[in-house]
């Protein structure tokens, strides 16, 4: 999770260095920036899942392991991290290809294109020098930035069902009975600090749920307003 973050803090940090920016930017980059610390916290409780789970008294035990492994047969936080990279993608996707009008934009202005047929093609210059894109303007910019969004929506719903149908009812009970193929014998098993675990995916359910909220008005919001007035 360390490598994660140090890896996302040039990524993080285009929000505010960027050169280029359109509707909402900073949001997303704000909600990547709480997700990736929810994250992390999230991510506390369940660093030693393995020490916490115990069967009979017999912590070290091959039949607790096979317990254990027939308990957490699903993924957790490596789909976790997994799902939060491709919601970085998503963004991203965007990033791209405000790079590719920015770099299109400078090449016109280079050969002399005048700032009224700049503004033309969906982009403008505000009074810092930050090329901003008009998505009044442009039809197709304004379709994939509702893609981008859109498939932001699909994977934080996807994250939701993990967290609450993978993980979550693992963590609801106190108790939980193993008969394994190795060990014939009934064994009766549970997760320490389970209330914790539990804070934890709600916390993270909370956040991704906000998300979606957020996401389905500003499509809501961008349909009405951009696309209707075209």
């Known amino acids: 999770m360390a490598a994660i973050v140090t890896g996302l803090i040039p990524i993080l940090r285009t929000a505010v260095d ?4 359109y509707k909402c930017r900073s949001l997303w980059f704000g909600f990547l920036c709480l997700r990736l610390v929810i994250l992390f916290l999230a991510q506390v409780p369940f660093t030693k899942l393995d020490a916490d789970f ?6 070290d ?5 096979d317990c254990y492994n027939r308990h957490f047969h699903r993924p957790m936080m490596v789909a976790w991290n997994f799902i939060y990279v491709l919601v970085i993608l998503s ?3 965007m990033e791209l290809f405000t790079s590719h009008l920015r770099s299109q934009a400078q090449k016109r202005s280079s050969q002399g294109v005048t700032d009224v047929e700049l503004e033309a093609q969906a982009v403008s210059t505000d009074p810092r020098g930050r090329m901003v894109i008009d998505l009044h303007r442009d039809r197709g910019t304004m379709g994939l930035y509702l893609v981008s969004v859109g498939l932001r929506i699909l994977l934080e719903a996807w994250f939701v069902y993990v ?3 993978w993980n979550l009812p693992t963590l609801n009970n106190g ?25 934890s995916i709600y916390a993270l359910a909370s956040i991704s749920g906000m998300v979606i909220i957020c996401s389905v008005l500003f499509c809501m919001y961008s349909i009405a307003h951009y696309l209707c007035s075209f």
Do not use: W
Not at 18 to 21: F, G, I, S, V, Y
Not at 54 to 59: A, W
Not at 61 to 65: E, L, M, P, R, V
């Open 91 to 93: 963004v991203l996707l």
């Open 61 to 65: 035990s091959i039949c607790s392991k």
């Open 18 to 21: 960027a050169t280029t920016t």
């Open 54 to 59: 115990t069967c009979n008294g017999t912590k």
């Open 175 to 199: 108790l939980y009975e193993c008969s394994t193929d190795i060990c014939s014998e009934l064994h009766v098993c549970v997760v320490r600090a389970a209330p914790e675990k539990r804070m």
């Open 163 to 165: 967290l609450l149908s």
